[in-house]
């Protein structure tokens, strides 16, 4: 004689079904957002937000950064204005010499 389940437990077996496919929706999803990220980050790495051109690094004591000599814009990475400010008044006036 077969298996029959009560209502309630195939509306236990249909939910669980649901919801491991709705994590399976999200993972996947996730795992489509991570690429499309790297992607992104591989196509724009050390290019200029303004041009479009390479930016080049040039190291200023523990100050990096990344200069565009196509349209000459200059740009910080997370904590370096935070290091320039730290650094004594005239310190900004070298970097600004550098690149003048
Ligand atoms: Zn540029």
Do not use: N, T
Not at 13 to 29: C, D, H, M, P
Not at 60 to 84: H, M, N, P, Q
Request: charged letters at 40%.
């Amino acid at each position: 004689m077969p298996f029959k389940p009560s209502e309630k437990e195939e509306e236990y077996f249909a939910r669980q079904q649901v919801e491991l496919k709705r994590k399976l929706a999200e993972e996947a999803r996730r795992k489509l957002e991570a690429e499309e990220r790297e992607r992104a980050r591989q196509l724009h790495f050390m290019k200029c937000p303004k041009c479009g051109m390479d930016l080049e690094e040039v190291a200023f004591s523990d100050v990096r950064v990344d200069k565009c000599f196509s349209c000459g814009g200059l740009w910080l990475d997370a904590g370096e204005l935070d290091r320039i400010l730290d650094k004594e008044a005239g310190f900004l006036r070298r970097l600004r010499s550098i690149f003048a």
